[in-house]
């Protein structure tokens, strides 16, 4: 089984930059669509951007962060990432990695796994 790590989160001023870790453990020769999400108090879950660690398709992202996000993975060190620039207030949430198993084509919420415990950013104006 994975599990998973997130760290990197904190505060940041709008238009700034701040990078997420997810490093995970476990069955870590296997290939996985790893998701970030987010959540914010009274807001549903959503889907922030996802990689798949085969490398066989492009990422995916959110309309709300395409152009100002991005996912990457380095598989030697177990670790994806995520990218934030041009920050926003909006941006502010609880920030959660995830793992599904095979390609991100077609993942649902329901086909992630393994979650990680959060780590807060949060994007002052």
């Known amino acids: 089984q994975v599990r998973l790590a997130e760290s990197g989160g904190g505060s940041v001023q709008a238009g700034g930059s701040q990078r997420l870790s997810c490093a995970a453990s476990?069955?870590?020769?296997?290939?996985?669509?790893m998701g970030w999400f987010r959540q914010t108090p009274g807001k549903d879950r959503e889907e922030v951007a996802t990689?798949?660690?085969?490398?066989?398709?492009?990422?995916y992202y959110a309309d709300s962060v395409k152009g100002r996000f991005s996912i990457s993975q380095d598989n030697a060190k177990n670790t994806v990432y995520l990218q934030m620039n041009s920050l926003k207030p909006e941006d502010t949430a609880m920030y959660y990695c995830?793992?599904?198993?095979?390609?991100?084509?077609?993942?649902?919420?329901?086909?992630?796994?393994?979650w990680g415990q959060g780590t807060q950013v949060t994007v002052s104006s």
């Open positions: 990689v798949y660690t085969g490398g066989e398709h492009n990422p």
């Open positions: 995830a793992a599904a198993g095979g390609t991100c084509i077609g993942v649902e919420v329901a086909d992630f796994r393994y």
């Open positions: 476990g069955a870590t020769d296997e290939n996985f669509c």
